[in-house]
């Protein structure tokens, strides 16, 4: 009986001897994955950003243009306007249906005649990929024959629909002083 013991005893050490011995190599084997995955996952980062650049480099002057101009068009009919244009329907062949739906940019009837006028922009396209655009518009505004020009800093999402860019978004960063500066 001892013998049976000792002999079963033996079996037990070797089984779960075994599955250590398993159980470490599938741990081992699990960390060196780890390892690799982070790599992979490092690898695919920098193979991301270098795509990136790759197709900033290959974008045509023609497409910068493009962007440019249709951002162009937009901040138009956004600053130019009077108290009897439709400001909405200024920007409605240059903003996709969910921008147009998104704000309320119509003008307001009123009795006292005001009028803001589009003076000139600059346009930095920021991602030729994404369409991101940041804009230093200067416009007037005018009220009571009393004008004030302005400078507003702003940044716009453009996407393409067919064959155009339309802007999808559109965020006020500040307006600037004559001098440049945010107020």
Do not use: C, P
Not at 48 to 54: I, P, Q
Not at 97 to 110: G, H, I, P, V, W
Not at 161 to 172: A, D, P, R, T
């Amino acid at each position: 009986m001892d013998n049976r013991k000792v002999m079963l005893a033996l079996i037990f050490v070797l089984i779960v001897g075994f599955f250590g011995y398993k159980l470490k190599s599938m741990d081992t084997k699990y960390n060196k994955l780890v390892i690799e995955n982070n790599k992979n996952i490092e690898l695919v980062k920098e193979l991301t950003e270098e795509n990136r650049e790759l197709i900033l480099k290959v974008s045509s002057n023609k497409e910068i243009e493009n962007i440019k101009l249709a951002a162009e068009n937009f901040l138009k009919g956004m600053f130019e306007y009077d108290n009897k244009t439709d400001r909405r329907e200024s920007i409605r062949a240059y903003a996709t249906n969910e921008f147009y739906n998104k704000y309320n940019l119509s003008s307001t009837e009123a009795k006292v005649k005001y009028k803001s006028t589009y003076d000139k922009v600059e346009i930095y396209v920021t991602d030729v990929v994404e369409g991101k655009v940041l804009a230093r518009v200067w416009h007037s505004f005018e009220i009571n024959n009393t004008k004030t020009t302005t400078q507003t800093l702003m940044t716009l999402d453009l996407v393409t629909e067919g064959e155009k860019y339309l802007v999808n978004n559109m965020e006020i960063q500040g307006t600037m002083n004559e001098k440049g500066f945010l107020n």
